[in-house]
């Protein structure tokens, strides 16, 4: 009877240390899906609000606004999860760095509305505090990932890389089209040309090509690819004329196809 007890309760035991390795990993993918989220979400915005300082219209500011809500969201996210991956104080430092973001954000805001024009110097800021945001982001991202108990999926992998790309190529895309001198306000960013991000998609691309693919998975990375050789040369040749709202939109697109190929490798792994 005692040893049955005892085996039991070392049943029980490696139960608990099962769930509670369970409950990490699920922790830690948490905080990979919330700083993804984080990144595009500040891309997409800064791109939605290029757009709002030369157009002034209600629905583009609109998107500004959901996007800064997304990324707000999983900020808040990232504070609430239980996951010891991060520091406290890593968080705090993000969560100071995004208050900076959105205050530069609402004034920027508040100047297109009142004055019916951007002001640069301030436009210049929040370009350059919303690359420091990426970076920081990127860096926990990559923390994050290195200490998780569980193999990355290169293809997911893959797909957000993509994704945080895309949000970056638009957002300079943007940036080009609706200012002469906002092309100029991209951070450290502007380092790498619009062309050379285009070729990096290209590689990204092949990765997600590469594995096994057949019905909803192989549907949506074929509308991807499909989306993206649509409007690569105007990425490759982003000196060109081309229809903004066009590439606005299939840019759109393809992180909304790469959100699904996400969802469906995940299911998969």
Known sequence: MKDARNGTRSLLVGVALLLAAFGTRADESAILADLHSFRISNFVGLAAY???????????????VESVNSANSAM???????????????????SDEF?????????????????????????????????????????LYTRAQESSQTDSDQRIEAARSAAVLMAQMMSKYSARSNSSVAQTFQGADTEVPLDAQAKNFDALMVILNAGTSDGD???????????WQFIRGSYVNYNDDNVPFIIDRYSKGILEGLRETIELLQQTV
Do not use: C, H, W
């Not at 290029?50 to 500004?64: E, I, K, P, R």
């Not at 406290?88 to 430092?93: A, K």
């Open 217 to 227: 998975l192989k549907r949506t990375i074929d509308g991807v690819s499909s989306k």
């Open 76 to 94: 808040n996210a990232l504070k609430e999860n239980d996951s010891e991956v991060l520091s406290e104080d890593q968080l705090v430092g993000l």
């Open 50 to 64: 290029y757009q709002f300082s030369a157009s002034g219209d209600t629905v583009t500011l609109n998107g500004v």
């Open 99 to 139: 208050d900076k973001y959105k205050e530069l954000m609402k004034q920027n805001i508040n100047d297109v509305r009142q004055q019916g024009y951007p002001d640069m110097r301030l436009m210049s800021e929040m370009a350059n505090q919303a690359q420091a945001l990426s970076n920081i982001s990127t860096k």
